[in-house]
């Protein structure tokens, strides 16, 4: 797969971001909503990456790389309420 699934998802629009498993991948993932992107994950033993992966190829590894691109949605913000003046 590799390189290739890498520029489709770049030709389509996506960033590539970061790798994380566990806490810190849901932590990002919802950060990455909450500032109005769209996100995607892809687990890093499928990008190949010409043998760079090597320290994920256990096969227990849960560990994804994050792709986003900005959503048509609205961010629905809770922090800020909007003023008329």
Same mark, same amino acid.
Do not use: C, H
């Given at each position: 797969m590799s390189t290739n699934?890498? !520029? =489709?998802?770049k $030709? !389509?629009?996506?960033?590539?971001q970061?790798? $994380? +498993?566990g806490v810190r #991948?849901? !932590? $990002? #993932?919802e950060?990455? =909503?909450m500032l109005g992107f769209e996100t995607r994950?892809? &687990?890093v033993r499928e990008l190949g990456c010409d043998g760079c992966t090597v320290c994920f190829d256990d096969v227990n590894d849960k560990s994804v790389m994050i792709f986003t691109r &900005? +959503?048509?949605?609205p961010v629905d913000d809770d922090l800020y309420e909007s003023v008329d003046e």
């Open positions: 699934l890498i !520029e =489709r998802l $030709a !389509e629009g996506w960033t590539q970061f790798t $994380a +498993s #991948l849901e !932590e $990002a #993932l950060n990455y =909503r994950t892809v &687990p &900005p +959503s048509d949605k």
